[in-house]
């Protein structure tokens, strides 16, 4: 079973959301994420997954929200596999140009998410990347085929031949996790963005959702006309993240930063996130 990931409990359900935890910070981001999930109205179990970085003291800040806690470890990939992604190597490679990431795990924790096909108790899961919010029910996600990913799109509309793993739908199946191992660690391979770029790889059919099942935070400023609060499902903080404290583009994000801090504390959160000013009625109100 390449060391399937071990859990508290039995599953509650068929269907699950998964998310996984590599740090205190990822940890503080999942509690938002499963507050928001359980605002959204879901049922579904809430699964956490977390490596061998997190200390499980910390994942009581979870208990609220009775997650199914599920410990891994990292894939069983060769060492030059190891070296070739390891952070100062795949950064020089493949640089974050566009915005700033703190340092918070080994790239190598991204591949943990392919352990979601090991998730055999699930007859379909999706995955929400720790550092998002549900703003609104997806449960017909679990509907949907596998594989399905938003793209992804947040500096112009070019970029919508390329999928974020931040949210996707999965089938959980021992045979395609192996084939996936198989797969992902050949000789002299570079997955310039890990799981992501992967993904796309092992699934290059892969089925387009919306972009409001997984906006991007950048589009706030970057591409402001396709904003819209109404239809926004997952809002996810890829780059700079809503618990970083100050940085160069705090004020730019400064509202959604609000609205992660209102999930993470429980205080505050919006009755009518619909009616929430978008960044044009912002602009707006600050050119009057």
């Not at 269907?15 to 359980?38: E, F, K, W």
């Not at 996790?177 to 570079?190: N, T, Y």
Request: charge should be negative; hydrophobic fraction near 40%; charged fraction near 25%.
């Amino acid at each position: 079973m390449h060391n399937a990931p071990e859990f508290d409990r039995p599953p509650g359900g068929r269907t699950a959301y998964v998310t996984l935890v590599t740090n205190r910070d990822y940890v503080l981001g999942a509690r938002a994420l499963l507050r928001s999930l359980r605002h959204a109205g879901t049922s579904a179990d809430l699964v956490v997954l977390f490596t061998p970085g997190v200390d499980e003291n910390d994942l009581k800040l979870l208990s609220a929200f009775s997650p199914r806690l599920g410990r891994c470890e990292r894939l069983p990939t060769s060492d030059g596999f190891n070296e070739r992604h390891e952070r100062g190597r795949l950064h020089q490679a493949a640089p974050f140009t566009k915005g700033g990431k703190p340092v918070f795990h080994t790239p190598l924790d991204n591949f943990v998410k392919l352990r979601l096909w090991q998730l055999s108790d699930y007859d379909r899961v999706v995955f929400i990347d720790a550092d998002a919010l549900v703003l609104k029910n997806c449960d017909k996600l679990f509907g949907y085929p596998e594989f399905c990913a938003a793209p992804n799109v947040y500096e112009s509309l070019r970029d919508f031949h390329r999928l974020n793993s931040g949210v996707f739908t999965a089938r959980p199946d021992e045979e395609t996790f192996r084939a996936m191992l198989e797969r992902l660690d050949q000789p002299d391979v570079f997955w310039r963005r890990t799981d992501q770029t992967f993904l796309e790889s092992f699934f290059p059919d892969w089925h387009g959702l919306p972009v409001f099942y997984n906006m991007l935070q950048y589009v706030w400023f970057n591409l402001p006309e396709l904003w819209d609060w109404k239809q926004i499902h997952v809002l996810h903080y890829q780059y700079e993240k809503p618990w970083q404290g100050e940085h160069d583009k705090s004020e730019k994000l400064r509202p959604l930063t609000d609205l992660w801090q209102a999930f993470a504390s429980g205080e505050g959160i919006p009755e009518f996130i619909a009616d929430l000013p978008g960044p044009q009625d912002l602009a707006a109100r600050q050119a009057s």
